[in-house]
């Protein structure tokens, strides 16, 4: 049975940081490309990061390339996200997922399994 546990969310300031984990069991973790997406109420939830099984090639929304950056411990079975520069549109509960395929160019796949995810709220 596939888990994954979202932490580290919290109230932050625009313009500060916040470092999300997502600990992953039942699953081929160290073969399985990983990602985040992000929801707020009323709306779709929306990819935002991922990052292929060996953790050399990533990819990004536009609206956080650069502030963000997606990486993992295969060793571990965890996935992180680091994001800096928060806005307050980042304001969303973040989820990880398993089972995508990413390059430099994008993504396909599409998540089965989700966690509880971890709230994450910028103040202006």
């Known amino acids: 049975q596939v888990r994954l546990v979202e932490s580290g969310g919290g109230l932050v300031q625009a313009g500060g940081s916040l470092k999300l984990s997502c600990a992953a069991s039942?699953?081929?973790?160290?073969?399985?490309?990983m990602g985040w997406f992000r929801q707020v109420p009323g709306k779709e939830r929306d990819f935002v990061a991922g990052i292929n099984w060996s953790g050399d090639s990533a990819y990004y929304v536009e609206s956080v390339r650069g502030r963000f950056t997606i990486s993992r411990d295969n060793a571990k079975n965890t996935l992180y996200l680091q994001m800096n520069s928060l806005k307050p549109d980042d304001t969303a509960i973040y989820y990880c997922?398993?089972?995508?395929?990413?390059?430099?160019?994008?993504?396909?796949?599409?998540?089965?399994?989700w966690g509880q995810g971890t709230q994450v709220t910028v103040s202006s």
């Open positions: 997922a398993a089972d995508l395929t990413v390059n430099e160019m994008g993504y396909v796949g599409v998540p089965t399994n």
């Open positions: 039942g699953l081929p973790f160290s073969s399985s490309g």
